[in-house]
């Protein structure tokens, strides 16, 4: 029985409207004289690259730009930016972007630290020591990467997603300003924003950290549900079911984009401490096949996992359902936790995420070959409350095709 748990996060975070005006104080706190943004041809587009560089330039440090980002980042994506990290030498990252331009950063510090390639630190704790400064100031509210323990990496040779784990990968600053997500279009604001709905409900609904069934010998940055995370989660679910929608409706809606900026970030702070679960690990290969965001392929299957884990967790369900708003008065528990699940179906179709694996391309006779992968993907199944077997990953993919 573990009876400790432990909280880590982004080294410091600074949070509102116009928080990265203030990026040349805080990278120069850090000693840093030359900084390398990592970010993408979209963001260099539509300015945000340079809303960034205008703060640091003003500071006076030396800078670099690495626009080869991309969606769901391929390993050969961190290879370029790590040849150009290794040519311009900075001494600090500063990650701009949504989850696959944060990640991006992320690979990028630790290979210029400690040498190799991506492939290396695939796993759990594989990172040896701390990586180079990095700041992470996200422009999508998503992914929570800006405080999290983790890099995903998309391995195209094997068509599925991976991750890198350790918390030597939380960045030293996140820099979270909403106003950098006002022009997101609305499909990566509803796709992100799902995402981040999937980490506090995959955190909340967890199996518990007393029970984390770690193998003796085995190390992992995620512990199981703990109430740190638990306070997290709950806040993470009621602002991503007050904002979302309007988000989605309203770009320019800044409360409902600041509402969202925050519950992305504080979900980030729940799942990179407690962990994500079947959705997670059933989206990497389908994400891997299809090209799917990760977003979609998670917001897609969250209903159906929250389905195979309701008897596991009923009171948990009946406390989502209640902080996405639905009047549960009078409902015993089960139906209570029910609500959940429509709740979220809901949400999911007024954003306009797909709601079927075959609108996503998939074929029936590779539900399988998926099921099989997400199976091996044990470092986030052992987090899901209810154990699972291959056929019930296979089960789960069969509801939602
Ligand atoms: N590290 C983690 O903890 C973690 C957690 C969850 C997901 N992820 C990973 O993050 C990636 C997904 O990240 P995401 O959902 O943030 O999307 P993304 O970073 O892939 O961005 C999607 C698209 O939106 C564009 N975009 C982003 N911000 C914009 C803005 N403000 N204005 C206009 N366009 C904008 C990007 O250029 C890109 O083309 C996946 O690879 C996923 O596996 C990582
Ligand atoms: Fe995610």
Redesign the pocket.
Known sequence: MRTVWTFHSAGQLVFGRNAAKQLGDITTRLDARRVLIVT?P??VK?G?ADSIREPLAAAGLSLEIFPG?E???SMRAAEACVAMARQFKPDALVGL???????LA?ISATLLAHGGGPRDYVGDDKIPGPIAPLICV???A????EV?A???LTDTDNKI?VGVLSNYLRPRVAVVDPL??????PK?TA??GI?ALT?AIEAYTAVDNATFPLPSGERSVYQGKHPMGDCLAEKAIALIGQHLRQAVRRADDLDAREGMALGATLA?MAF?NVGVAVVHALEYPV?GATHC???AGNGLLLPYVMRFNLTARPAEFAAIARLLGEDVTGLDERLAAERAISAVEKLRTDIGVPTRLRDLGVREEQLRPFADKAFGIKRILRVNPRPVTAEDLEGILRAAF
């Open positions: 993408d979209i963001l539509v945000l980002g969606p769901e980042p972007g949504g989850g696959s331009n944060m990640d992320k996200p422009t999508t998503g992914t929570g990467s999290s983790a890099s995903v997603k950098l997500t006002v022009s997101c279009p990566v796709d992100s995402d980490h980030g990179s994400g965001s990760h977003g």
